[in-house]
Nanobody, 111 residues
Framework: VQLVESGGGLVQPGGSLRLSCAASGFTFSNYAMSWYRQAPGKEREWVAAITSAGGSTNYAHSVKGRFTISRDNAKNTGYLQMSSLKPEDMAVYYC?????WGQGTQVTVSS
């Protein structure tokens, strides 16, 4: 049972990134999925969630309108499209499904 995040990197303020979360070892389509993030010195915070079939999504107030969570169950992969990035979005981003955590991917927002 494993989740592997990818797609992080360095981006300028106002830029965009798409994170991916590849699932293996379990039936990904049976589980809701969430994205969380943790900035240095801060607690991990919930960012967004999507139901197992992708029919419903929910977002933290701080990212609503800028981030979009989605999934492709045929590819066992979830996504987080991030736009209009701000310095305060800088963090390690983690995906979670079936109470399993990935290793995280670093997102740095800086000019």
């Amino acid at each position: 049972v494993q989740l592997v995040e990818s797609g992080g990197g360095l981006v300028q303020p106002g830029g965009s990134l798409r994170l991916s979360c590849a699932a293996s070892g379990f039936t990904f389509s049976n589980y809701a999925m969430s994205w969380y993030r943790q900035a240095p010195g801060k607690e991990r915070e919930w960012v967004a969630a999507i139901t197992s079939a992708g029919g419903s999504t929910n977002y933290a107030h701080s990212v609503k309108g800028r981030f979009t969570i989605s999934r492709d169950n045929a590819k066992n992969t979830g996504y987080l499209q991030m736009s209009s990035l701000k310095p305060e979005d800088m963090a390690v981003y983690y995906c979670n499904a079936k109470k399993v955590w990935g290793q995280g991917t670093q997102v740095t927002v800086s000019s």
